[in-house]
């Protein structure tokens, strides 16, 4: 595998598409017969990240002066001929190869033979081989390349450089805190937010992905053992597509009752880096993020990472971005939805922080804050009626699924004529699930009691 094969359907990010030598990174192959490659990502200083912006504007201005140069040349030796051969080919000078190594002109081609690996076994070989060699600025992550679309979480994106570039400008910012990352993939952002974070839980979907996430998790323990404000970084399962946190411990990877009230009583901020490519999964998100905001009560932070991709389609016959269309589409009606229970505020942030890891941030990534504050919390909190409410206490049980948007909206809390129920991201089968507590917690806000369920509708209780 000197060359990664491609397929109509096999895309590659373009963190490792610049990779050198691929073949002397592989490890094994994955039990469903991938190849699994392992790459070390470095923690810029802060000598060399000035060294880095230095090179880049002395390159800068290398270019700009040598474009001039080349300007001039072709200026004064336009009326040059070309040198051609016999045959009327253009003739270029080649450079002369130079032999190295005893006479051997080519690298020494070494076979390894790969093992597939089953899923017990991944489980079992957590720890590096090199556990000496690890250091503090070194993120060891294992990965694939050029997958299908369903697999793009087991390689490394831009947005997730992105936004752990924005996670280490800002350590302050997440320092102490329990921190929920929505599409981890590898695990890379979640690893380091660990490094100032005191919880993170690192969640996506695909036990086989869950796998790889875990062994990232171990390869990188250094990172967190070796500062004083690391924190615990813990796999777990979450479909953006199901209403609920899996509790059914016979399910690897799934929820404590302690991790899913841990989730919802602490949680301050809510990550997800480059996770916008399917409107799909993307109305899943905006689902996922309203549930578990909704069933908070405290104001939690969302930073978003994205990477622009243009693409040329027939249907626009013009370059354009319809995922990114989309999911702006959603980002807009999450901050116009007034459903009396949170209220969103959208901010997009400039990516002007400090650089710590190498690659090329281009002008297609952005960096978006969703900043989520519940309504009822607040009145809650004001008014000692509810506030001594024995409902309250069980407001946001464990399994509650109380992603309920239609029913509250018929409170009178929503703008005339505004219809929750064609927003994107929402699903009929969400409109109808809804806890006891929080229904009586809701209808605080209206006498009109009989407008929240269909007549002959028995009221639903938690599932």
Request: some cysteine.
């Amino acid at each position: 595998m000197d060359h990664i094969t491609f397929h109509y359907d096999t895309v590659l990010s373009d963190v490792h598409m610049l990779v050198s030598k691929p073949r002397h990174l592989m490890t094994r192959l994955n039990h469903v017969g991938q190849p699994v490659f392992i790459s070390n990502f470095k923690i810029l200083s802060d000598v060399e990240r000035l060294d880095s912006s230095d090179s880049g504007k002395r390159s800068a201005e290398q270019k700009s002066v040598s474009s001039r140069e080349d300007c001039e040349k072709d200026g004064e030796e336009g009326n040059e001929e070309p040198c051609l051969d016999e045959d009327g080919d253009l003739d270029i000078t080649r450079r002369r190869f130079r032999v190295e190594d005893g006479g051997r002109g080519r690298d020494l081609v070494c076979p390894i033979i790969l093992k597939q690996s089953s899923p017990g076994l991944e489980h079992e070989e957590e720890g590096p081989d090199d556990e000496d060699k690890c250091t503090k600025d070194i993120i060891k992550i294992e990965h694939t390349m050029a997958t299908p679309l369903q697999d793009v979480g087991k390689q490394v994106w831009r947005g997730a450089f992105l936004l752990a570039d924005f996670i280490l400008s800002e350590s302050d910012l997440f320092r102490g805190a329990t921190v929920l990352e929505l599409g981890a993939g590898t695990g890379f952002t979640s690893i380091v937010m660990a490094t100032t974070a005191k919880t993170v839980y690192c969640t996506d979907v695909g036990e086989d992905l869950l796998s790889m996430c875990k062994r990232n998790v171990s390869f990188n323990r250094h990172m967190t053992e070796l500062t004083a404000s690391g924190g615990e970084v813990r796999v777990r399962l979450l479909d953006w597509l199901q209403p609920s946190l899996c509790t059914d411990a016979d399910v690897d990877f799934s929820w404590t009752e302690e991790e899913v009230a841990d989730v919802y009583d602490n949680t301050r901020f809510i990550i997800a880096a480059d996770v916008i490519y399917d409107d799909e999964l993307t109305s899943g998100l905006f689902r996922a993020l309203h549930g578990l905001c909704s069933n908070c009560n405290h104001t939690c932070t969302i930073f978003i990472s994205i990477e622009k991709r243009m693409n040329f389609t027939l249907r626009h016959m013009d370059v354009c971005c319809e995922a990114y269309s989309y999911f702006r589409r959603c980002l807009s009606q999450l901050q116009d939805l007034d459903d009396g229970r949170c209220s969103f505020r959208v901010q997009q942030l400039p990516c002007d922080f400090a650089q710590f890891f190498i690659y090329e941030r281009i002008e297609q990534l952005e960096l978006w804050k969703v900043t989520a504050t519940p309504r009822l919390s607040d009145e809650v909190c004001s008014n000692p009626e509810l506030k001594s409410s024995p409902g309250l206490s069980l407001y946001r049980p464990v399994s509650c699924v109380c992603w309920t948007l239609t029913r509250i909206q018929t409170l009178g809390s929503s703008p005339a004529g505004r219809n929750p129920a064609r927003l994107p991201w929402t699903s009929e089968s969400s409109l109808t699930h809804m806890c006891l507590p929080c229904l009586l917690l809701s209808c605080a806000h209206s006498s009109r009691y009989s407008t929240l369920w269909p007549k002959g509708e028995s009221t639903p209780l938690c599932m």
